[in-house]
């Protein structure tokens, strides 16, 4: 990269990241990002050396692009954006984030993807790592981004990636160890248009992997298994709560065990896991699965499987009052996520949903509530559309709350002794946060006010 004319697209913290790695390894660097409003100081202020970098706001010109050998576009631009196109039609070569810094890595990777349960499947990935090894880096989706410390990497370092569907769009020549591909449910379709466009953005995760790697896959998820096939090279090995596979990570008598050669080797029992949910077993075995294969002993596996407690924002237990017990799953950003999340409540549930419009739908949500949800309190810019579909499916028991601090309000008002308060939105966060994040800290924050 050295002496390379690089534009980076996206002034946000994936953007800051990959122009510091780039001006730490001598390439020459314009920081752009269409939001003409932005303080070209204030950016340069994230630079130690901001005296190598040039910033350009609101319009990218002609004569930009013609300067440029490389462009590197963050995960929130959409890669059919006009600018973009402009770019391409110029011939100019379009990385991601996550592309610029495998360039840089020297470590050995595993990437996992899906629609639900990253995070929490990562998290925990990165800890195993860390009882193994105190040379590992968590990044990707999970908030760290990866250009942050590729060129810190070595050999020995093992890197733990989550990686979304936007990210994986950009790849070239992304090549993990070990890919995982969790469960496909319909997600991000104002960005992708259809759920084959965004599965096949999935997919991608292996798509350079060799005979050598291992790709791991949801052999109970329908949509994941019917692709399975577009696994050409890597070896694949699967994880089912239900079925017992040779040369995969299941379930055997209450017990995790891995197949291995035809082998049966018991990793844990499932009643040392700590984390609520059906669906959280399926994310210990894909996280038993990608470290197997990346080579950590099985004790380790199991050690660090006892300890963990879980993720902040999914299914977080905030407290109890008046016996009612609140949860926090903001990062329940999609209808699925929300499903397996009103799954895991022991009791009777006052709901908190809606957000931003990603375009999806919500019947298999609302179906879910009979018997369980007593009320749901309703915020942001689906409020109508989920109130409309819930009443097409005879649910009628529904507040409207002008801000989240309104709907914490009225669920300790009206829910009754031995009933859960769970933030569970189904929708992403961006119509009146700035993060799921956010969303999340806020409701702790009005949770923990009540008295």
Known sequence: MKGKNVIVAGAGKSGVASVGLLIRNGANVTLFDGNKNLKAEELLKNFSANNKVN?????????????ADLFVISPGIPVDADFVNRVREAGVPIWGEIELAYYFNKGKIAAITGTNGKTTTTTLVGEIFKKYTENTIVVGNIGLPFTQFADATNADTM???????????????FHP????????????????????????????IQENQTADDFCI??????????????????????FSKTEEIEDGVYMKDGVMVVNHAGEEIPVIDASEIKILGDHNKENVLAAIAVTYYMGVPKEIIADAIRSFQG??????FVRELNDVKYYNDSKGTNPDAAIKALRSMPSTTCLIGGGY????????????????????VLIGETADDIEKCCKNHGFNEIVHA????????????????GDNVLLSPACASWDMFKSYEQRGELFKEYVNRLG
Do not use: M
């Open 357 to 376: 419009d990603k375009k999806n739908t919500y019947d298999e949500w609302v179906d879910e509530f009979a018997g369980k949800v007593r009320f749901l």
């Open 55 to 67: 910033v350009a706001l609101g319009e990218l010109t002609d004569e930009l692009i013609r300067w």
């Open 402 to 417: 002008d801000t989240l601090e309104d709907a914490v309000e009225i669920c300790s008002q009206h829910a009754k002794p």
């Open 311 to 316: 993720v902040e924002h999914r299914i977080e």
């Open 217 to 238: 896959l949801n052999y109970d998820d329908p949509e994941t298994l019917k692709r399975a096939d577009k696994v050409k090279k890597a070896k694949k090995i699967f």
């Open 177 to 204: 160890h070990v890919s995982a591909i969790l469960n496909l449910t319909p997600d991000h379709l104002n960005r992708h248009y259809t759920f084959d466009n965004y599965a096949n953005a999935k997919f991608r």
């Open 159 to 173: 890197i733990a990636a989550e990686i979304s569907s936007f990210q994986l769009e950009t790849v070239v020549d």
